[in-house]
């Protein structure tokens, strides 16, 4: 038996109708495990994890990206959900896959050459092939009924490990989106608000690992499905474009900030110096007055004297 699930990316408008029009199908057996909350990865990361069936796909969000796993059947249905379909696969199988049958169920033709690191097998003996394509989980070997019960748990950190590392991606180039609308209007605030707002989201959500280190298989899984989505690389060069920009955006703040500032502060100084000039020119004026003034009140005491003399001569026939 081979089940092949395809990836959709969907809005919250999208997941809403997903449900009304996936809902009504049975959930099977192997996507029950994928609806307990995940307690393998940290708090942050595992609380931002919902998971919900919907007939026999799985929507799966994290960040507010909502993805969804959907049988090959589901396409019809989620035309009306404008749904994104991302091309990536998860293929569950009940027996063992050569290399050729996992390329051509993953990518659609035999190209894809599969390297020892591509492969991880569980302790259930189960086999895990990833790719930049998807994933694809088997027995190592002509499957037992004991083997075959792990395998939806298998799955379920297959899915985990999978949906989580596009998630990572797809959030990623949802904050590089903003910083470029933000620098393509002009708007710098905007701009600084996308580069905290990576920040912000690394300091809550992104780890390099962010599987529990004592889940151990799990945190192997991780690495790989890490690796084929490119997590880290496509983050760590989103980070630096949008930082670097924004770094230079905010110290040409910070110049032209320190121009206006000091531009407002030669406005004061040239300010201060004219009424300091005023003070000046009125202290001269007051000076000048006085000065006449004085003199005034000089040539008046003469004045006075002299019509004094004047008189004292008339009074004694001087």
Not at 170 to 197: F, P, S, T, V, W
Not at 288 to 313: E, P, Y
Request: proline share 3%; hydrophobic share 40%; glycine share 6%.
């Amino acid at each position: 038996m081979t089940e092949t699930h395809e990836l959709y990316q969907l809005s919250a408008e999208g997941v809403r109708r997903a449900i009304n029009a996936l809902g009504s199908a049975q959930t099977p057996e192997w996507l029950r495990p994928c609806l307990d909350k995940p307690k393998s990865f940290f708090d942050s990361v595992g609380e931002s994890l919902h998971m919900q069936a919907t007939g026999r796909s799985l929507l799966f969000s994290a960040f507010g990206i909502h993805l969804l796993l959907a049988d090959k059947g589901a396409e019809a249905a989620l035309k009306s959900c404008n749904a994104k379909k991302l091309y990536r696969k998860i293929v569950f199988s009940s027996t063992p896959k050569k290399d050729e049958e996992i390329s051509r169920e993953l990518r659609g033709s035999a190209t894809m050459k599969i390297k020892d690191d591509d492969r991880f097998e569980t302790g259930s003996g189960n086999v895990i092939v990833c790719s930049p394509h998807g994933a694809h989980i088997f027995p190592s070997a002509p499957a037992d009924s004991w083997r075959l019960k792990m395998l939806p748990q298998d799955a379920k950190k297959t899915i985990y490990c999978t949906l989580l590392a596009l998630a990572y991606t797809i959030k990623a180039q949802e904050l590089l989106l903003r910083a470029i609308e933000a620098h393509e209007r002009g708007d710098a605030e905007a701009m600084i608000g996308a580069r905290n707002a990576i920040h912000a989201f690394d300091l809550k959500y992104f780890f390099a690992n962010p599987v529990k280190m004592e889940v151990a298989e799990t945190h192997a899984l991780w690495q790989l499905a890490a690796r084929h989505s490119n997590v880290h690389g496509a983050h760590r060069e989103i980070k630096e474009q949008v930082t670097g920009l924004a770094d230079i955006i905010e110290s040409q703040r910070r110049d032209e900030e320190a121009k206006r500032r000091e531009a407002e502060a030669e406005r004061h100084r040239a300010a201060e110096r004219r009424e300091q000039q005023q003070r000046e020119r009125d202290e001269e004026r007051r000076r000048q007055f006085d000065r006449k003034l004085n003199i005034a009140g000089i040539i008046f005491a003469l004045l006075s004297v002299f019509s004094i003399l004047n008189d004292i001569r008339q009074l004694f026939g001087i």
